[in-house]
């Protein structure tokens, strides 16, 4: 089990393997890389419990995506959208009549997490369009309904519970969570998103664990997209940090921004994988 705090699974094979001193793959754990320009697409998959202890994360398949210019390129933009896109296609067999539930956690009165919220003001929500127009619009639009639950200090109700209970009343065939993580390297904030087909488990980046939403407490299947927003400080400090401060965690100045472009990316990326029968700039148009 690695000692640093991160979200991320190739972060997190990248320190077991230096902490182990290991230079071939530990068992349990395959990993691959992608070159596609100035995009680097890792893949790791956690096969056995070794690779889960080690890696400190559930057995399942982790897709990273490195952007260094995300922020500020609109090509870089274009080509992580259909990247996402490409990737939840890859990891749900989603047909014309799926029901897809986007829930964005987070609390959106806090900058760093306030990804998921902000994406799905991003989304292009057609369920109740598809069960009154479906003649209208036939297999353009998919059937996509989101949820903001909000966190549990201020609604007082497990994020968990929420979700679970509209799952219960939607019946959808796919969960797709979207939450802020917590990286290791600094320089992976704004420039890094994770999808994974694991679920997701509200809070853990900031040691605040929830209840999980994954397919063994929902009933259904679970694709977690993220994006890490903040870093430990104990993991960038020479100093050791007060319990009673711990953990203090820390972001970058420019994170409206981040959170911004970040959102539009995700959501854009959901977009195209969810209505597959419109454009990103069709879809730009009428979600920004």
Do not use: W
């Not at 202890?53 to 995506?65: P, S």
């Not at 980046?205 to 694709?223: P, Q």
């Amino acid at each position: 089990m690695i000692n640093v705090r991160t979200d991320l699974a190739v972060e997190a094979h990248e320190i077991s393997k230096r902490e182990a001193k290991e230079a071939t793959e530990i068992n349990g754990v395959i990993s691959r890389v992608e070159e596609m320009g100035r995009i680097t697409v890792t893949r790791v998959e956690i096969t056995n419990e070794n690779g889960e202890r080690a890696l400190g994360k559930a057995q399942g398949n982790y897709i990273t995506i490195d952007a260094p210019d995300l922020k500020y390129s609109v090509e870089i933009y274009e080509r992580v959208c259909t990247i996402i896109a490409n990737e939840i296609h890859k990891m749900a067999d989603l047909s014309p009549n799926s029901v897809i539930l986007v829930a964005g956690l987070g609390n959106r009165d806090i900058t760093p997490d306030a990804l998921g919220t902000c994406v799905v003001s991003k989304l292009l929500v057609t369920r109740h369009l598809k069960s009154s127009m479906s003649n209208i619009f036939g297999d353009n639009l998919g059937d996509v309904c989101a949820i903001a639950p909000g966190v549990s200090g201020t609604t007082g109700i497990e994020t968990a519970d929420i979700i679970k209970s509209v799952t219960e009343r939607v019946k959808p065939d796919l969960i797709i969570a979207v939450d802020a993580l917590a990286a290791a390297d600094i320089e992976r904030i704004s420039n890094t998103i994770q999808i994974s087909d694991t679920g997701i488990q509200p809070g853990a980046g900031v040691g605040n664990n929830r209840s999980g939403l994954n397919e063994a407490t929902t009933g259904v299947k679970v694709i977690a997209i993220g994006v890490p927003t903040v870093i430990d400080a104990a993991t960038i400090s020479k100093n050791e940090i007060p319990k009673e401060m711990a953990p203090l965690m820390v972001t970058t100045k420019d994170i409206d921004l981040v959170i911004e472009r970040s959102a539009k990316t995700v959501a854009n990326g959901i977009n195209l994988a969810l209505h597959s029968g419109m454009t990103l700039s069709e879809l730009e148009s009428l979600v920004g």
